[in-house]
């Protein structure tokens, strides 16, 4: 770590690569964020931030990786449909044959709407994820809290307070008694 120096202290803090409330919380913000991004490389923006806001490097990186080659193509048609939506700009439409040039031509003409759609939805995805994760976190630890008050304020059954609570027809007989 030394050989590192300042690099080093920071990108083998403790609070980047160990789970907690608040920098699980952070990276679903983070990672969440940099997955909706049209853009390449987003593991990597997703590190870089992961560092400046100082949460979860792995959970971040991830995280990225919820638009995958298999999501990627739904994803970013909703996200040009929102966009579009929001400028208030026309769709475009698919023609019989699909061209280089024509590929050259729409993607001038979708870049702005597919970038603040992704914006939009990176936005609104990231913070949901962020709070569900505050929420989840406060239930779970409040549920564990009181799971671990029950199992202390029990006490255990003696085997004197049995034989004092069992019904007694349910004791066996004496020999004397029979007589």
């Not at 050989?3 to 907690?20: E, P, T």
């Not at 990786?65 to 026309?90: D, I, K």
């Not at 024509?102 to 603040?116: E, K, M």
Request: charged share 15%.
């Amino acid at each position: 770590m030394r050989r590192w120096g300042w690099v080093g202290r920071q990108l083998f803090a403790n609070d980047l690569w160990h789970l907690n409330r608040r920098t699980v919380a952070l990276a679903f913000l983070n990672g969440l964020f940099w997955a909706c991004m049209p853009m390449p490389l987003q593991m990597v923006a997703a590190a870089v931030c992961a560092l400046i806001i100082r949460c979860n490097v792995p959970l971040s990186v991830g995280l990225v990786w919820l638009t995958n080659p298999v999501t990627m193509p739904p994803y970013y048609y909703f996200a040009y449909q929102l966009g579009a939506w929001v400028l208030g700009s026309e769709s475009v439409s698919w023609p019989q044959a699909v061209t280089f040039d024509w590929i050259q031509t729409q993607l001038n003409l979708i870049w702005w709407p597919l970038l603040t759609g992704s914006v939009i939805s990176g936005v609104v995805l990231s913070l949901v994820g962020y709070v569900v994760i505050r929420v989840w976190w406060n239930l779970q630890v409040n549920y564990n809290w009181r799971r671990r008050k029950g199992r202390f304020t029990k006490q255990p059954a003696t085997d004197l307070d049995v034989t004092q609570t069992a019904d007694q027809s349910d004791l066996p007989r004496d020999d004397h008694e029979s007589r």
